[in-house]
């Protein structure tokens, strides 16, 4: 079944304590992006990027990381998570867009990060 | 930056009705998408427009774009109790390959 996964679903962690939410796609999609849904602000954009090695802040990046040492595979780093960045998080991946076709995305079910 | 809102923020209909959801944006656009989420979930591709389309059908979704208003609409019609969710509108401009969601409108369809 094509689809984005993220790990893990829930996850409570105490501030300053590094942690990875790994997010994975069988699509062989060139696109992913991480998205931050708040109440009231709507799904931000915190990183993202366009193919194996390549990746851009997005609207919110400040304390996180991202890597993309492979295709598949686009983990969200929180080097010292602090309680502000507690959050329902979201990866998401799509084909590039060309001139004459257009994608959306597919995304995961979400991480829901509490940071006390 | 947030490009497209949506309007309302919250529409409460009964079932089979039809919802009407709109969505306004800023700068010129490539396409224009919507999404569902249901509670808690991830976001789910329902239809995108490309920006030289005017009007477009997924069964029981219809979507609208008016470049000159800068503005799109998500009609679905006869509501089920299913269709409660967010929807959201996301849009793609210029060179970028990444959408641009507004906060969504809550629908609640009462059975």
Redesign the interface.
Known sequence: EAQVTQNPRYLITVTGKKLTVTCSQNMNHEYMSWYRQDPGLGLRQIYYSMNVEVTDKGDVPEGYKVSRKEKRNFPLILESPSPNQTSLYFCASSPPRTATHNYGYTFGSGTRLTVV | ??QGEEDPQALSIQEGENATMNCSYKTSI??L?W?RQNS???????I?I?SNEREKHSGRLRVTLDTSKKSSSLLITASRAADTASY?C?T?SGGS????????TSLIVHP
Do not use: D
């Open positions: 930056s947030q490539n396409n998408q999404y808690g979930r991830g976001l789910v591709h329902l995108l490309r959201f996301a793609i390959y990444i959408p641009t969601f507004g906060r969504g």
